[in-house]
Each structure stands twice: as structure tokens, then as C-alpha cells.
């Protein structure tokens, strides 16, 4: 077993699963409750509401994606899908764009879980790239003759 399936499951694993939970919640919150949110000028509420849940569903098929070509090796693209599922937490820190917000704690605290999430994601999928591009001493050629 190489060394990404080795020591780099059992993180992903880990990770994928605290992003999925943290942005499942604040998503769904985000649906239930759009109307607590600063709404977007001139987007209906219904479609503002239609739109996150897509946007759960679809980032969420990247990180499945993801998950599943890291799993058989496919490396590079895996790598790539889960940089694409990052950004369902990233996304979540726009609701500081848009204005002020008024809900609860636990909510709002939602809004940091997500961006933590995504930032594990990126801490793993830089080890995992550094891994792949590692060069070692026996793969070198000298430039001395």
C-alpha cells in the first residue's frame, strides 16, 4: 500500500466527514432560514434558497468524486475534486460580503467550522501533492560529472 493510501486515508476520512457536517448544518440553515440572512439585492428568496441547497448538493459530489478517485489512486484527480469541495467552505465566509448578521451563535459559528474544513482540506491536499512530487536522492541526476 503506498504511503497516501497508507497515511492519508484515515485524515481524508476525517476531514471529509467534519466538512460534511458542518456544511450539511449550515446549509440546511441557510435553506430553513434563508429569510435570518442579509438577503442579495434583487434575488428572490426562493431562489436565493434554491440555489445554496444546489450548491450543497453539487459541492458535495465533488468531494464525493474526490474521495472515491483517491481511493482507487487516481491522485491528481482527486486532488483536484476536493480543492473543488473546499470551496463549500469557503463560500460559506460570503455571508461577510453581503451585510450584517443577526442569528444565533450556533449558526453563525457554522460560518467558521466551514472555512476550518475547508482549510484541513487544503493543509491535506498540499501534504498529499508534496508526497506525489516528492523526488528523491535516487531519481536526481547529477549535474557534476
Known sequence: MDV????GLT????????SLLTTTLHYAH???RAADYPPVPGVPLLVT???VAFGW???TVFG???????RQERYPRAL????????????????FLVGELHIPAFWFATIFTDSA???????????AWSVLNRVTARDQVSTQH
Open 57 to 59: 448538493v453539487l459541492f
Open 49 to 51: 434558497q434554491v440555489v
Open 80 to 95: 483536484a475534486f476536493l480543492l473543488v469541495y473546499s470551496l463549500s467552505g469557503v463560500a460559506s465566509a460570503g455571508h
Open 11 to 18: 485524515p481524508l476520512r476525517a476531514i471529509l466527514g467534519f
Open 117 to 127: 474544513a475547508a482549510l484541513a482540506l487544503w493543509v491535506f491536499v498540499t501534504w
Open 4 to 7: 497516501l493510501q497508507e497515511k
Open 64 to 70: 464525493w468524486l474526490g474521495y472515491r478517485a483517491y
Open 30 to 32: 441557510n435553506v430553513v
